[in-house]
């Protein structure tokens, strides 16, 4: 079946430092991969994506790298901010229970200490 | 404009009553998702409704929940006999198309505490 996980699961950083985090998948059919970024108390919302035909993709501070021969793909902050502080899921697009549906990781939480 | 809407924003329920969680998505959006979301804990999937096709209900943990969704707008996931163990948030949410590669817009979520 289908397999995601994150890493780490938490992470402490000081502002200003950078942050990566990175997400592994099983299926090597998957095309798309997006990272959502759920603050405390908020709902989920997308930050970046990237497409399989690309290996990187920026959006001023925060950018996204894959990796589709190793089926992984990272997610990369740079100067870090304290409204940075949330937890970070990825959800890569996998062919999972007879449809193409984003499959969520565990999440990593991650804290930006002033 | 308005983006998906959820109702209640909490439920408080006793062991054993049924529930029903309510969900408006965005007007158009063809693809309509249920997650639930325990305490720190990351998006568990539910069901999956796309546009008038079958839906995908692998997620679904138990007998006890079911979801339907009218006129390819609203949907209402019920929750039978609800056990401690169901409480959670439930979030809801909706993108444009089928190809899984739109942007998941999420509502609010209800918060079920099952007493």
């Known amino acids: 079946g289908e397999n995601v996980e994150q890493h780490p699961s938490t992470l402490s950083v000081q502002e200003g430092d950078s942050a990566v985090i990175k997400c592994t998948y099983s299926d090597s059919a998957s095309n798309y991969f997006p990272w959502y970024k759920q603050e405390l108390g908020k709902r989920p919302q997308l930050i970046i994506d990237i497409r399989s035909n690309v290996g990187e993709k920026k959006d001023q501070r925060i950018a996204v790298t894959l990796n589709k021969t190793a089926k992984h793909f990272s997610l990369h902050i740079t100067e870090t901010q304290p409204e940075d502080s949330a937890v970070y899921f990825c959800?890569?697009?996998?062919?999972?229970?007879?449809?193409?549906?984003?499959?969520f990781g565990a999440g990593t939480r991650l804290a930006v200490h002033p | 404009g308005a983006g998906v809407s959820q109702s209640p924003s909490n439920k408080v329920t006793e062991k054993g009553k049924d529930v029903e969680l309510r969900c408006d998505p965005i007007s158009g959006h063809t693809a309509l998702y249920w997650y639930r979301q325990s305490l720190g804990q990351g998006l568990e999937f539910l069901i999956y409704f796309q546009g008038n096709s079958a839906p995908d209900k692998s997620g679904l943990p138990s007998d006890r929940f079911s979801a339907e969704r009218t006129g390819g707008s609203v949907s209402t996931l019920t929750i039978q006999r609800t056990q401690q163990e169901d409480s959670a948030v439930y979030l809801c949410a909706s993108s444009l198309g089928a190809s899984g590669m739109d942007e998941q817009f999420f509502g609010p979520g209800t918060r079920l505490t099952v007493l």
């Open positions: 959800a890569p697009l996998m062919f999972s229970g007879g449809y193409n549906k984003l499959i």
